[in-house]
C-alpha cells in the first residue's frame, strides 16, 4: 500500500537549517507530483512547495521562497525539502503529500492529493 | 495566489444532523476544489476531489457542490466519526488551503 515516511523534523534555532525527507513506498514514486504542506501548531493547513514528476517544475509559496528548496531523487523513492534561514514561523508539523488527478476541466485534469505522511515536526525557537 | 475562505469557522451539532459549510474563492476557480477532513493529531484525509466527486471509501453522506467561487460540503446524517475540522482546497493556481471549518459535539 501506498506509505509515506517524513523525517528530520527537530528543534532548531532560527537562522539554521534543515533537511526533511519523505520516504516514499508501495506507488511508482517516479510518475508522481509530490508536495509539501505544514500546519503551524493548532492552526490550518498551508501549502508549501510541489515538484513535478521529472522535477522540471518546482514551485514554492511566497511564505518559503528563496529560502526552502524542494528536490526528488528518484533512485531513492524519496522528496526532499531543504530549509534555511528558518525563521520561528516556520514553526510546524510538515506533511509530504502524493498529488492525484482524476477527470477532465479547462486547466487539465483536477489535482489532489490522495495520500499523506504522517508529518514531523519543525520547532524554531532560540 | 488565490486564498480561500471558509464558513463557519466552526459549528456544533448533533448526530443525525445535515450541516453545510462553505467554501469562497478569492477568483475564480472553476471546479478545482477539494475538500479534506482531519482529525486531531492525524494527517488530512481527502474526502471529495474537483468540487463533487466522492472518493473512493467515503461514505455517500458526504457530497460537494459548487461552480467558480463558490463551494458546499454537505454532510447529510453526521456521524460521531465525523466530528473534525474541514479544509478545503483550491487546484486551479499551485495550491492554497481554506482555514477550515470545525465540527463540533452539540
Known amino acids: 500500500q501506498v506509505q509515506l515516511v517524513e523525517a528530520g523534523g527537530g528543534v532548531v534555532q532560527p537562522g539554521t537549517s534543515l533537511r526533511l525527507s519523505c520516504a516514499a513506498s508501495?506507488?511508482?514514486?517516479?510518475?508522481?507530483?509530490m508536495h509539501w504542506v505544514r500546519q503551524a501548531p493548532g492552526k490550518g493547513l498551508e501549502w508549501v512547495a510541489v515538484i513535478s514528476y521529472d522535477a522540471s517544475d518546482k514551485y514554492l509559496a511566497d511564505s518559503v521562497k528563496g529560502r526552502f528548496t524542494i528536490s526528488r531523487d528518484d533512485s531513492k523513492n524519496t522528496l526532499y525539502l531543504q530549509m534555511n534561514n528558518l525563521r520561528p514561523d516556520d514553526t510546524a508539523v510538515y506533511f509530504c503529500?502524493?498529488?492525484?488527478?482524476?477527470?477532465?476541466?479547462?486547466?487539465?485534469?483536477?489535482?489532489?492529493?490522495?495520500?499523506w505522511g504522517q508529518g514531523t515536526l519543525v520547532t524554531v525557537s532560540s | 495566489d488565490t486564498p480561500l475562505t471558509q464558513s463557519p469557522p466552526s459549528l456544533s451539532a448533533s448526530v443525525g444532523d445535515t450541516v453545510n459549510m462553505t467554501c469562497r474563492a478569492s477568483?475564480?476557480?472553476?471546479?478545482?476544489l477539494n475538500w479534506y477532513q482531519q482529525k486531531p493529531g492525524k494527517s488530512p484525509k481527502v474526502l471529495i476531489s474537483a468540487t463533487s466527486i466522492l472518493q473512493s471509501g467515503v461514505p455517500s453522506r458526504f457530497s460537494g457542490s459548487g461552480l467558480g467561487t463558490d463551494f458546499t460540503l454537505t454532510i447529510s446524517g453526521l456521524q460521531p466519526e465525523d466530528f473534525a475540522t474541514y479544509y478545503c482546497q483550491q487546484t486551479y493556481s499551485l495550491s492554497s488551503f481554506g482555514p477550515g471549518t470545525k465540527v463540533e459535539i452539540k
Open positions: 477568483q475564480s476557480v472553476n471546479i478545482y
Open positions: 503529500a502524493r498529488e492525484n488527478y482524476s477527470g477532465s476541466g479547462s486547466r487539465g485534469p483536477p489535482k489532489y492529493f490522495d495520500h
Open positions: 508501495g506507488f511508482d514514486f517516479s510518475s508522481s507530483a
